[in-house]
């Protein structure tokens, strides 16, 4: 598959470009050939059953578990070789499944970390358009509930602030392209909608998000493009509506029964 030279001076294709990637966990290879592309402040979700390749796809593109094989260009930048602190500076955050939030430090300290480990970085600074970054205040005021525990330690807060936290310490490098692995589990119903909300709200502030879930009535409310992977490979790419309407890979890899869409 070609790709775009790297280092044009202004960017021309997608925000990301994942191509044929293959990544391995020593001899066991996970990602078989997989390929997505993402545009400037859309969402794709990738659904699939547990240990189907998803967070190993974030991992890759995060450049936590790189690729053997293939290609990922994110604004025209080939990620080939670079650590996850360059590419966490060219403006690529992750929310890890499971939050990983400091639990011993404060709610302050969580989200601090990151413009500290950041703080060398032009994209860091400049990364978002004018009158759209992100710093400490402007995260409290997104997230209301972390205002009234800034000095709380992550440890204390519900699951539901931890995800906030999360999110939050996400957006304090201002990142273009947000990595969210499964940002509703664990959550109640009432959670899960005001993380649908958030994601609408980053969206909506010009963020692209690739999003991993197994909720799927949430990434379809969400997603701009919706990708299904099995066994290391994307066995379904489309919109929702497709999604919606593709009963034997809903039923086959997704075991949910097209009754239960409706
Ligand atoms: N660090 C690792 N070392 C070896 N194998 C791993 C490692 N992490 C994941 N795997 C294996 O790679 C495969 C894909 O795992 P991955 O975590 O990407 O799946 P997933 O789709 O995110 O699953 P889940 O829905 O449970 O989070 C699984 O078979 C898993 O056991
Ligand atoms: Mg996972």
């Known amino acids: 598959m070609s790709n775009a030279t790297p280092s044009s001076a202004t960017m021309s294709g ?4 994942v191509a044929d990637i293959h990544t391995y966990y020593g001899d066991s290879y996970v990602l078989q050939g997989v390929s997505l592309t993402l545009q400037k402040g859309q969402i794709a979700a990738i659904l699939g059953r547990n240990g189907m390749g998803k967070t190993t796809l974030i991992r890759s593109v995060a450049g936590l578990t790189p690729p053997r ?16 602190y ?22 302050r300290e969580n989200l601090l970390l990151p413009t500290s480990v950041l703080a060398r970085s032009s994209q860091a600074r400049n990364g978002g358009e004018p009158g759209q ?8 005021k997104e997230f209301p509930q972390l205002a009234e525990r800034v000095n709380h330690s992550g440890g204390s807060l519900s699951g539901g602030e931890q995800q906030m936290l999360a999110i939050g310490r996400a957006l304090m490098a201002n990142p273009k392209l947000i990595l969210m692995d499964e940002p509703s589990e664990g959550l ?21 998000i690739l999003l991993v879930e197994q909720n799927l009535e949430l990434a379809l409310s969400v997603a ?19 999604l919606a309407n593709a ?9 949910v029964s097209g009754a239960r869409m409706v």
Do not use: C, N
Not at 188 to 208: D, K, W
Not at 247 to 255: E, I, N, R, S, Y
């Open 133 to 140: 970054r992100w710093d400490f205040d402007e995260v409290l």
């Open 69 to 84: 094989a293939g290609e990922i260009t994110y604004r025209d930048m080939s990620l080939r070789g670079k650590p996850p």
């Open 86 to 107: 360059v590419i966490a500076q060219a403006g690529i955050s992750i929310v890890p499944q499971g939050r990983r939030i400091f639990r011993s430090l404060s709610v």
């Open 247 to 255: 009963t034997q890979v809903l039923d086959q890899h997704l075991g």
């Open 14 to 17: 997608p925000l990301l470009r």
């Open 224 to 242: 701009d493009e919706v990708y299904v992977l099995s066994a290391g490979q994307f066995v379904f790419q489309g919109t929702p509506a497709d």
């Open 188 to 208: 109640s119903p009432r959670l899960v909608l005001r993380v649908q909300e958030i994601m609408r709200r980053l969206r909506a502030r010009g963020h692209a």
